[in-house]
């Protein structure tokens, strides 16, 4: 007895694929960096480059007066900031078939697609230019990036977090938030201080024992006076370690280490256009676009309140 089967021989053409109209979620990174900086903007008319100031302080005047004598004029000075406002963008085209025919609702998605992305762009461009900060420290012995070794040495530890407080409070650097400093950490690296029996020993004595203890929440939260903040989009260094090996770079910080700048009149935006509306670029109604758009500047604006500690992990 012959029992048909569901797509096999003669019944091949009724087997079809049935697409869900749910789209599967995708895994984005927090992007932290462009939210510890000073927003500043720049209004319209007003050019596309941002100058800060700062009035330096004199050294403290310990010589003693000669009755009667006025001593040497003091000459302050001030110090000058600048960053200049660049724009950044990308776009996609699709064809009016694809619009209407598609599966899957094109416009919608790729809306929130190139949102992400202009995410990504901005903290990027922020990540690359407050990495670059001249103040950094290392991971155990080594003194320079390439000395980084893949051993536990080279690791965060307790050791690490208590130098980066002291580079910090030793020049008086203001917190960043709720009275602590910042710190911008990989994932990779939070792992290794959970290995760390300091660390973890500080959350078992002084933290609290309930659900709200870190070590149950599977974060760092608050230690040495530092908030912790993890994202996997943390600045990583491939191949430029001891041995070509794997460099992480965590980011303390202190209050208006850096500025991110804009232009008012230019906000940033996701931009569509439809069929039919590009004129003699689209004669015949059969393209349409969707893209975004943004104008951005960093600048650190005092070195001394940004540490950069690379370690392996």
């Given at each position: 007895m012959a029992v048909q089967q569901l797509g096999v021989a003669g019944l091949t053409v009724e087997s079809r694929t049935f697409y869900d109209k749910v789209l599967l979620g995708r895994n984005t990174p927090e992007y932290l960096h462009e939210g510890f900086g000073m927003k500043k903007s720049i209004p319209a008319?007003?050019?596309k480059t941002l100058s800060l100031r700062k009035f330096q302080r004199p050294p403290a005047a310990?010589?003693?007066l000669t009755e009667g004598t006025p001593p040497a004029a003091t000459n302050p000075t001030v110090s000058e900031t600048t960053m200049s406002v660049a724009q950044y963008g990308a776009y996609m085209l699709g064809s009016d078939i694809l619009e209407k025919q598609a599966v899957d609702p094109q416009i919608t998605e790729w809306t929130e697609i190139f949102s992400e992305m202009m995410k990504d762009t901005?903290?990027?461009?922020?990540?690359?230019v407050i990495n670059a900060g001249t103040q950094a420290a290392y991971g155990g012995t080594a003194t320079v990036r390439s000395g980084v070794g893949s051993g536990s040495a080279f690791t965060m530890s307790?050791?690490?977090?208590?130098?980066?407080?002291r580079l910090l409070k030793r020049v008086d650097a203001p917190t960043a938030i709720d009275g602590k400093y910042a710190a911008i950490i990989h994932p990779d690296v939070v792992r290794n201080l959970f290995g760390d029996t300091t660390v973890v020993n500080a959350f078992q004595h002084a933290g609290a024992r309930t659900g709200d203890n870190p070590l149950f929440r599977?974060?760092?939260?608050?230690?040495?006076?530092?908030k912790f903040f993890e994202t996997s989009a943390a600045t990583t260094f491939s191949g430029l370690g001891q041995s070509a090996g794997f460099v992480y770079a965590t980011l303390f910080l202190g209050k208006d280490a850096f500025a991110v700048t804009e232009l008012s009149s230019l906000a940033s935006e996701v931009i569509f256009h439809d069929i039919g509306t590009s004129g003699i670029n689209d004669p015949l109604n059969q393209?349409?676009?969707l893209g975004f758009k943004t104008a951005i500047g960093t600048g650190i604006v005092d070195q001394d309140r940004i540490v950069r500690y690379e370690t392996n992990g």
């Open positions: 008319r007003g050019g310990t010589t003693a901005r903290d990027q461009l922020v990540r690359n307790w050791a690490e977090i208590r130098n980066a407080r599977g974060e760092l939260g608050e230690l040495l006076g530092i393209v349409w676009s």
